[in-house]
């Protein structure tokens, strides 16, 4: 059964440091991966997303992703937090039969 | 463009009292549509879905109830709310197309219920 495994409850950060979200799936097909963002009370926003283009996504915010299939991985990098990236992040599996499959969720937390 | 409706923002209600929560999309015919849950230290949790008017799918079964009685508008609903009800709910929207990879979640702003 396929799965999405986000390695770290919580990160933190200093502002101005690199950011590293990760996020491991498991299938045997070619995924779909997403990922989201949640700022405390609001909704999920979409940063970016792997359809099988380029293995380098890059996102909203600064954010970038890359697809490594060999390790089944998309880990979510940002170069220099902000504090506003302070939130929760989501990883987003869908594969070839629309099955959802969430991540449990990445709290980021930006130190001054 | 597509926009996505969801109120109440914020409910508080008692334990045994109904609940309703109406969410609606604009901009956009025969959306697939979702209803889901985080409670306290939880992920999120899909509770139901639906792909046309008058289907629904329910993920887990529980307390609660949705509707479909438009294309574009998903209800929620609970004859009795109980202390697990508690948590945020969040409606979210896709289109269908056939290919996964297009078929993009957009949420709403979510609504905070407390029961008490």
């Known amino acids: 059964a396929q799965s999405v495994t986000q390695l770290d409850s919580h990160v933190s950060v200093s502002e101005g440091t690199p950011v590293l979200l990760r996020c491991n799936y498991s299938?045997?097909?070619?995924?779909?991966l997403f990922w989201y963002v949640q700022h405390p009370n609001k909704g999920l926003q979409l940063l970016l997303k792997?359809?099988?283009?380029a293995t380098l996504v890059k996102g909203i915010n600064g954010f970038e992703a890359e697809f490594k299939k060999s390790e089944t991985s998309f880990h979510l990098t940002k170069p220099s937090a902000h504090m506003s990236d302070a939130a929760e992040y989501f990883c987003l599996y869908m594969d070839s039969n629309y099955q959802l499959i969430w991540g449990a969720g990445t709290k980021l937390i930006i130190k001054p | 463009s597509q926009t996505i409706h969801q109120w109440p923002a914020t409910l508080v209600q008692p334990v045994g009292s109904p609940l309703s929560l109406e969410c609606t999309v604009e901009?956009?015919?025969?959306?697939?549509l979702y209803w889901y849950r985080q409670a306290a230290g939880r992920g999120l949790q899909l509770l139901f879905y639906?792909?046309?008017?008058?289907?629904i799918s329910s993920e887990v079964p529980q307390n609660l109830s949705a509707s479909r009685p438009q294309d574009r508008q998903f209800i929620l609903s609970s004859k009795k709310l109980l202390l697990s009800d508690s948590g945020f709910y969040l409606c979210?929207?896709?289109?269908?197309?056939?290919?996964?990879?297009?078929?993009?979640?957009?949420f709403g702003a979510g609504s905070r219920l407390t029961v008490l």
């Open positions: 792997y359809t099988s283009a």
């Open positions: 901009g956009t015919s025969n959306p697939n």
């Open positions: 639906s792909v046309g008017i008058g289907q």
């Open positions: 979210a929207w896709s289109t269908w197309d056939s290919y996964p990879g297009a078929n993009v979640l957009t």
């Open positions: 299938s045997s097909y070619s995924p779909s």
